[in-house]
């Protein structure tokens, strides 16, 4: 499903839990144009009625799905310097900037991300990625673009086979493919020169939350001494794993594993959405702001949401 700026909140809150909206980057942007949206269509002069909306819907979407933080900070940064708002009017057009600004710069983020990723890769090198992450193929489209001979290697992603957005948005790209399956990772990873994958979450201690798989992945590369990258923008590092806040992993329904009618009775199938990668199986974290060790996602955290707060300010 392609992603509709005019969509009712409720119904993108939907379309993110049943996973037609995916990608830790995409539910952000949908969810500030939800909020945007929201602001747009509220009708009546009542500001205590209008917050009321807001932060109902701030909730909804909040809890659509729970581990990306992308969209908590995507909603958060609408709703940025409110509070002081004296005016139905002057709220509004508030939440109406802030979510073109969150917009805007978190798509431009994605296009610098690929830029500075691509300098990490060189002609005839072979690529690994899992699942299918619109920052981490920004960097391999952007190599291919430039006219460096790369192929990628990706991952099938069971449950979702996100692996075949994948391939096909690369071959669309005119960038050689080869699909794998999630157990043939250790045995590919011999003959790969690095791995690009993106990111829900990155915590203060600079672990990734990013799809099932990945910490396997990871363990791979570094067996094989393959760096290993992880692409993220920077509203995907959590101020509140800051505070001590754990993320929480989102388990989702054993259907999307298996037929229920297949198995025996008394099996329970499990279904974890997500897993996290320690940060000394992480070579550097690639966002916008610069290419830093994954140590460094401390100092990121107090930066963009210490003393000030991700996208503020007023240029675009
Ligand atoms: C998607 C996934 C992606 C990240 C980053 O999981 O794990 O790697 O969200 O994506 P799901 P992007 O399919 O369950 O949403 O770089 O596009 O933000």
Not at 287 to 315: L, W
Request: overall charge negative; aromatic content about 6%; charged content about 25%.
């Amino acid at each position: 499903m392609r992603r509709d700026p005019d969509m009712e909140l409720i119904e993108v809150a939907d379309s993110i839990r049943s996973m037609e909206i995916r990608g830790a980057g995409l539910i952000a942007r949908s969810a500030a144009e939800a909020m945007r949206h929201t602001a747009q269509e509220f009708k009546g002069e009542d500001i205590a009625a209008f917050r009321q909306v807001l932060e109902e819907g701030k909730k909804t979407l909040v809890a659509s799905r729970p581990t990306a933080i992308s969209l908590w900070n995507a909603v958060q940064a609408t709703l940025r310097g409110t509070q002081d708002a004296g005016s139905v009017e002057e709220l509004r057009s508030l939440v109406v900037a802030n979510a073109d600004r969150f917009v805007k710069r978190s798509s431009r983020a994605v296009e610098t991300i690929g830029e500075f990723g691509a300098k990490r890769l060189k002609d005839g090198m072979k690529v690994m990625t899992h699942c299918n992450s619109k920052a981490a193929l920004s960097v391999l489209k952007t190599a291919h673009a430039n006219g460096m001979d790369i192929e990628v290697y990706a991952t099938e992603s069971r449950p979702w086979r996100q692996g075949l957005l994948t391939v096909k948005d690369l071959s669309a790209a005119g960038v050689p493919c080869t699909l794998i399956i999630d157990s043939a990772v250790r045995w590919a990873m011999k003959d790969m020169d690095a791995v690009f994958v993106g990111a829900d979450t990155i915590c203060s201690n600079g672990a990734v939350i990013n799809k099932i798989g990945t910490s396997q992945v990871a363990m791979a590369a570094h067996d094989s001494r393959v760096p290993f990258m992880v692409c993220a923008e920077t509203y995907k590092f959590s101020p509140r794993t800051l505070s001590g806040e754990m993320v929480e992993i989102e388990e989702r329904d054993a259907s999307e594993v298996v037929d229920p009618s297949l198995l025996p009775a008394g099996v329970r199938v499990r279904n974890p959405v997500f897993d996290a990668t320690p940060p000394e199986y992480i070579d550097s974290l690639i966002t916008e702001a610069g290419v830093i060790p994954p140590y460094a996602a401390y100092e990121v955290i107090v930066r963009e949401f210490g003393q000030g707060s991700i996208f503020e300010g007023t240029e675009d």
